[in-house]
């Protein structure tokens, strides 16, 4: 794998091969020092053109607990808001012959593009509406925890999917896992077409108790001025889940962030079913697994060549 | 009128050739027989029998196995100046016409500033006369600087020599504007050409809605934006009993209401694309704004076939390329940020005979028929073959396998939706207006022969 671009790329194999990776840098995670030497003396640019917490965070993290050299750019305050234009942004930190650039930009396609134009690995970090791979990855990682395996499981992904990347890669990464998927929300905001991907579509919550799994999407304030629906009362009254939509067997999940009392309840928030915190901790450690396989996994390197029992080597071991 | 009555072109030495041997099909006229073609002094001065013609001085071209056609006729080009001369011009637009087997083409008033004034029409009509290679014709805008407001003046603009009107690039939102300019055409005249599509409806829209956009995340164009607006001026133009012409088609229920104004009796033409009639929007799957960004966006294969249909049974009674050259850096940028336009002129033959001809879709005789179906709607006689005909002939090989860009482009601009296919067909030369407009460096030479 050179590049991670899309879920839609990705075969069964290759997801697993990213989460069984994770579970080892998991066990990295509990030591005392979380620092394993993989990557010294590579540069990781991060590269991010929209506002973002947790997903330039723990690429951020995940690069510098595998030793590599970070710098990170965000648009805000940098050349692009000067006018230049993607292609030579990348050229320019193409210089710094990088081992790796995670780009998150406001439109589709924008790291396929910026594929083309480097030698190092792209890694899509959001582009537009199209794909959030990684945010994908880590879902499927913390599900597959929880649950062993996502054969049979039956998710629901609830709320604005129109606009949302995190909808479109989940719901091929939980295909392709051998989940069963529904997208569910308000006719306008599920696009036409949708069911060609191999999904149910539901224009309510009826029958959402089949859940194994409830899915919400952030609902976008913006939304409401656009009148894709009348009210956030009205959206909240039709698609909110909470404690009394969800029963006691589902698990529940939203990408972050939350808006409280709107998709989701305070209370099923911070319910035992909620697996959110998960989602942010398995953030990190499959992020590090995306910037491992690209990085040194085509080298063939094993993690057992870098430390006894398969366990990347922390830093400071003597190999 | 003739092509050179009311378009202009440079003037150069009227053509004096000889075809020897040509496959001669001209649908229009009812020839499809082996001739030698006789052009003198700018007009086609006999079709004589195979190998017989005296070459009496003329340039005798050895045409065994190749095909001429009449030239072709492009209602729909953005030759962008003023003001983008960077992306193309009259003479780069109007050599690539010529490289595509044209013998004429109407240029679009979308530039900067749009052509709305008679002071714009008679500068550009300079600039042609100067340096086109085939003839031109220029639009003026509908209403004042494309704001869907005001009307130009019209009357002053046909005096001026606008052989027709268009707000190409965009739409005429207000239907009361469409209705006033469909009633002042009853004292200025000219077609007026539309493209079609409800703003309201479109949005932000980068692909077609459907399958593919919900897969890719981008935001849709629906049909519905483009039929809505057609069956709009499909009833404001028969109430009037006003001329429009309809351009590049795209969607399958735009087609069906353009077939059902017909019947009732509205006088309304329309065109269809080369890229419209050959993708769909699978190819926006790869993202590439190069060859795929668009608008009207590439549709769904039912609304090809629709539109295929529609070239059969002459709804669409021509095909218009909608040219639109771009450079690389309005292309070079995420598809939902590029420029929209593909560059047609060039492969618009090639494309169709690769794609529709050879498969066996439509015949040959009726691509041919359709590729000259353009200048009627603007009240230009349409390209011929027959004696007597001011010489518009294009001669092609139809074997010859070519992969587009691989020799450049006569076109300022590179982002062809052709790119690097391998096209079967190939304009060898182009008489346009009587005069030899192209001649393919390679033919020329006689290596192609």
């Known amino acids: 794998m050179k590049h991670l671009l899309s879920i839609e790329q990705l075969s069964r194999t290759e997801i697993e091969a990213i989460l069984d990776r994770a579970e080892s840098f998991a066990e990295v995670g509990r030591r005392d020092i979380k620092k394993v030497p993989t990557l010294r003396g590579r540069t990781v640019v991060s590269l991010f053109y929209e506002s973002s917490t947790r997903t330039s965070s723990s690429f951020d993290l995940a690069a510098k607990r595998l030793s590599a050299d970070l710098v990170s750019v965000k648009a805000a305050g940098s050349s692009v808001e000067k006018g230049e234009s993607l292609k030579d942004t990348i050229t320019t930190l193409s210089a710094y012959d990088p081992a790796a650039i995670v780009i998150r930009h406001p439109y589709a396609g924008a790291a396929q593009m910026v594929a083309g134009w480097t030698e190092a690995a792209v890694v899509n970090a959001g582009d537009g509406k199209h794909e959030h791979p990684s945010q994908a ?5 913390t599900l597959r925890r929880r649950l062993g395996s996502l054969e049979g499981v039956r998710i629901w992904i609830v709320g604005d999917v129109l606009h949302s990347r995190v909808a479109r890669s989940n719901l091929l990464a939980f295909e392709r896992m051998g989940a069963e998927v529904t997208v569910c929300g308000p006719p306008t905001l599920i696009p036409r077409g949708i069911e060609e991907l191999g999904c149910e579509v ?3 919550l009826d029958g959402i108790e089949e859940a194994d799994v409830v899915y919400a999407l952030r609902m976008q304030k913006e939304r409401m001025s656009e009148s894709f629906v009348p009210s956030l009362r009205e959206y909240a009254a039709n698609f909110q889940i909470d404690s009394r939509r969800l029963n006691p067997r589902q698990l529940l999940m939203h990408p972050g962030p939350v808006n409280r009392g709107v998709e989701l309840s305070g209370e099923a928030i911070d319910s035992p079913q909620s697996l959110i915190a998960e989602q942010v901790a398995a953030g990190l450690v499959v992020r590090m697994a995306i910037l491992y396989e690209l990085l040194a996994g085509s080298e063939g390197q094993s993690p057992a060549a870098e430390g006894e029992g398969g366990k990347p080597t922390p830093i400071g071991t003597p190999a | 009128m003739s092509l050179t009555d009311a ?3 440079r003037d150069g030495e009227a053509a004096h050739l000889v075809l020897r041997r040509a496959s001669v099909l001209d649908p229009g006229a009812g020839i499809d027989a082996v001739h030698d073609v006789v052009i003198r002094d700018g007009r086609v001065a006999t079709l004589a029998a195979p190998g017989e013609a005296d070459a009496d001085g003329a340039e005798v071209v050895e045409a065994e196995g190749l095909h001429a056609f009449p030239a072709f006729f492009d209602p729909h080009v953005h030759l962008r100046t003023p003001g983008h001369e960077h992306k193309e011009d009259v003479e780069t637009g109007t050599r690539a016409a010529a490289a595509g087997g044209y013998c004429g083409i109407l240029a679009m008033a979308n530039t900067e500033p749009p052509v709305s004034t008679a002071a714009d029409i008679t500068a550009l009509r300079e600039q042609a006369q100067a340096g086109a290679s085939v003839p031109v014709g220029f639009l003026a805008t509908v209403t004042k600087g494309m704001r869907g407001e005001e009307l130009t003046e019209m009357v002053e603009l046909r005096e001026a020599g606008a052989v027709g009107f268009s707000d ?13 300019a469909l009633q002042y055409q009853h004292l200025c005249g000219g077609n007026i ?9 479109s949005g932000d829209g980068a692909m077609h809605e459907g399958a593919v956009s919900a897969a890719l995340g981008l935001a849709g164009v629906p049909s519905v934006s483009e039929s ?17 012409h309809v351009q590049h088609l795209s969607a399958a229920e735009s087609v069906e209401v353009v077939r059902a104004a017909k019947a009732a009796g509205v006088q309304i033409s329309a065109e269809a694309s080369p890229h419209h009639l050959c993708l769909t929007d699978e190819e926006v799957r790869s993202l590439d704004p190069h060859r795929f960004k668009m608008n009207p966006p590439l549709r769904e294969e039912r609304d090809r076939q629709a539109l295929i249909e529609g070239l059969r049974d002459g709804t669409v009674e021509c095909i218009a390329t909608d040219h639109a050259p771009h450079q690389p850096e309005e292309k070079d940028v995420p598809f939902e940020q590029a420029a929209m336009g593909v560059t047609g002129l060039e492969t618009a033959f090639a494309a169709l005979h690769t794609e529709l001809v050879l498969p066996g879709t439509i015949d040959l005789a009726l691509l041919v028929e359709r590729m000259g179906g353009g200048a009627e709607p603007f009240d230009l006689e349409r390209p011929s073959l027959a004696p007597d005909a001011e010489a518009n002939v294009v001669l092609c090989d139809l074997g010859a396998e070519w992969t587009v860009g691989e020799d450049g482009y006569e076109s300022r601009s590179a982002n062809s939706w052709c790119a690097g296919k391998t096209l079967t067909g190939r304009v060898l030369m182009t008489v346009a207006a009587g005069q030899v407009a192209y001649r393919l460096r390679s033919f020329s030479l006689g290596v192609a022969a």
């Open chain 1, 137 to 141: 990855l880590l879902d499927v990682y």
């Open chain 1, 202 to 204: 539901s224009y309510s």
């Open chain 2, 7 to 9: 378009l202009d072109v």
């Open chain 2, 168 to 180: 190409d690039g965009l739409p005429i939102t207000d239907a009361g504007v469409m209705r006033r």
């Open chain 2, 193 to 201: 050409a539309l493209h079609e599509e409800d703003p309201a409806l």
């Open chain 2, 228 to 244: 809505t607006m057609v069956a709009r001026d499909c009833g404001l133009a028969g109430y009037e009993r006003a001329r429009i």
